[in-house]
């Protein structure tokens, strides 16, 4: 049973230690400060926000352009 | 970079210096050796663990297949007996029995298959979040050698007959011990890459990627430790059994999934997450409930009532990440659902959204005890099962392997035809595996909770219908698997597309775009 009780110690006391650590740590640094940026943060100037990334392979320029502009609009959409 | 380099055509303008394109390609370059290992071999057991379960379903219905003596009629339910009758002819062919191919076919699945899939995908996405080359790529390959060897002994050793009988940890403690190790290289090596990123924003992906590598090598050996090499006594073994087995689903296989669509559906579609203020409540919702579920795998046993309740109560609070997460996928997918038509990534992905939210919720359920009394020990149990790691889990890992794999190979897939293939095969044969389950197990549960009901005349012989039909589900999502395989294998020997380049990873024409 020793085993027993150290592992319920170090999961009771040092995992959630850590775990408050981590929330801790994200509010301090500002994590949950600006939402907008922090979504956007995958998107780059190669990658812009509007431009789908991932078609069929069969699927032309020509439709990928339709495709594209589609999206944007529904990305302007409210 | 030199691979990446080959997709560009002749004639093309020279590479342009650092910009964000070209050094998302080196990123995805560096990860290119130990993230395609992992889906290699994720891919074997997955063949490997197919087979298992194709066998293993074929012999509830049929007991008598692959078997080396047909089984007389008095005995077909009723192995024990079977067994003093033809104790030689069931030793000969002891590997091939439905206790071990079961346990093969679980393991090889879950650790073979999901585990490794999920860590490929897990390193690739740590390495274009934290915004780095990948680091110490010969370690994470060295890493995934020791995992599949792990897992090539565990297998070895169970059909040798040397299985735990533990769910969940069938692996005896010498193959444990292996995975434990490699597992914890993996996760070593994901706080250094964590601690080494660029500054800024730390995406939500991110958070439930660290989280999953984090919390998987601390379940994993505390369950082994308590069962295998210190066992606790009594009922308390049960506890951690469950304790573990449904941890592996909730915080492992569960972030790496919702991780992974938390990046695939805003970046396929190009459009940021609905709410990202949503996305970090439904994270750490899910780190604080789902830890207390396993206890409902073992509503009314004998355990303390609190236990059972305080799981029960865990179990249905997990509405709120799973609602949470379901707003944020739909509203971040509404008005781009055409896409599906149009990429492969996003139609894998958002069906196993889809099913997240289903099965969740569809799990709460299964929670109450009015609900279990019915399901409990029934197939509707194995169907919420499939569900869950299939329709959700797996679907996203084929998802995202749509989507990495020609960014490490540097070539767009060969056909669209086989991706399609691969998507209906795999959606109609889950779908059907699990329908045939849920009703089959409900007419059980029902039939079972009648005293006046015959097991072997009445039971039995209902639920045959419904397990056929669950071993041509099966068939179905086999031939998926083969097309998947024989596709990553032209990926992988580079025989995928060139001509006019790829259209999304190549970074000359990702300039040129206007």
Same mark, same amino acid.
Request: glycine share 8%; with cysteine; hydrophobic share 50%.
């Given at each position: ?78 | ?14 590479? /342009? ?54 089984? /007389? ?18 030793? !000969? ?38 915004? #780095? ?51 914890? &290289? ?10 080494? %990123? ?18 998987? /090598? ?29 941890? #592996? ?21 190009? %459009? ?61 997918? %509404? ?118 009901? !015959? ?23 086999? &031939? ?17 597309? %060139?001509?006019?380049? /790829? ?12």
């Amino acid at each position: 049973m020793t085993a027993a009780y150290i592992i319920l110690g170090i999961s009771l006391v040092a995992f959630g230690a850590m775990a408050v650590t981590a929330l801790v740590w994200a509010a301090r640094a500002g994590q949950f400060e600006n939402f907008k940026a922090g979504s956007e943060s995958i998107f780059d100037s190669g990658e812009p926000i509007g431009e789908p990334t991932d078609l069929f392979p069969d699927v032309d320029r020509a439709k990928l352009a339709a495709v594209a502009s589609r999206a944007a609009k529904g990305a302007a959409r409210p | 970079m030199t691979d990446n380099t080959h997709s560009i055509p002749a004639g093309a303008p020279p590479m /342009p210096p650092a910009s964000d394109a070209a050094e998302r390609a080196a990123i995805d370059q560096s990860c290119r050796r130990p993230v395609l290992f992992f889906f290699g071999s994720a891919l074997f057991w997955l063949l490997a663990g197919t087979f298992f379960a194709i066998v293993t379903s074929i012999k509830l219905h049929d007991p008598e297949f692959m078997n080396r003596a047909p089984l /007389p009629d008095a005995v077909r339910f009723q192995t024990g007996e079977f067994l003093r009758a033809n104790p030689i002819s069931m030793q !000969d062919v002891g590997f091939l029995t439905f206790g071990r191919f079961r346990a093969a076919h679980l393991n090889s699945v879950a650790y073979g298959w999901a585990t490794s899939a999920a860590i490929g995908v897990g390193v690739w996405l740590m390495a274009r979040l934290c915004r #780095v080359p990948l680091r110490r790529p010969s370690l994470v390959t060295a890493a995934g050698v020791l995992w599949n060897i792990g897992i090539a002994i565990g297998i070895a050793a169970i059909l040798a007959g040397q299985s735990t009988s533990v769910e969940w940890l069938e692996f005896p403690p010498y193959a444990a011990l292996i995975l434990g190790t490699a597992y914890a &290289i993996i996760a070593i090596w994901a706080v250094d890459m964590f601690a080494s %990123r660029k500054p800024g924003h730390v995406y939500v992906t991110l958070w439930y990627v660290l989280a999953a590598f984090f919390w998987f /090598p601390w379940l994993y050996a505390s369950a082994n430790i308590l069962i295998l090499l210190k066992p606790v006594q009594g009922s308390v073994q049960a506890i951690v059994n469950w304790w573990f087995g449904h941890n #592996v689903l909730g915080l492992w296989f569960t972030p790496i999934g919702i991780g992974a669509a938390y990046y695939m559906i805003p970046k396929v579609i190009g %459009r940021p997450i609905h709410s990202y203020y949503l996305s970090a409540i439904g994270f750490w919702s899910l780190a604080l409930f789902y830890s207390w579920n396993g206890g409902h795998h073992l509503i009314g046993g004998p355990l303390p009532a609190w236990v059972i309740t305080a799981s029960i109560v865990a179990s249905v609070m997990m509405v709120i990440p799973v609602v949470v997460t379901a707003i944020n996928h739909h509203m971040t997918t %509404r008005g781009h659902f055409h896409m599906l038509r149009y990429s492969p990534t996003l139609r894998f992905v958002v069906f196993g959204a889809m099913c997240y939210t289903l099965v969740s919720l569809q799990g709460s359920s299964m929670a109450i005890r009015s609900l279990n009394e019915i399901t409990h020990f029934t197939h509707y149990t194995i169907g919420h099962a499939h569900f869950g790691l299939y329709a959700f889990f797996t679907m996203i890992m084929f998802g995202c392997m749509y989507y990495i794999v020609p960014r490490l190979c540097g070539c767009e897939w060969r056909s669209a035809y086989l991706i399609r293939l691969h998507f209906w095969t795999a959606a109609y044969g889950i779908a059907a595996m699990v329908a045939a389950l849920t009703i089959g197990g409900l007419v059980q549960g029902l039939m079972l909770a009648d005293p006046a009901k !015959d097991f072997l005349g009445e039971i039995l012989a209902i639920t045959k219908p419904y397990l056929v039909g669950r071993s041509l589900s099966g068939v179905l999502l086999s &031939i998926g698997h083969v097309v998947f395989a024989y596709h990553f294998a032209l990926m992988v020997l580079q025989l995928g597309r %060139r001509e006019g380049g /790829p259209v999304y990873f190549n970074p000359v024409e990702g300039e040129a775009r206007p």
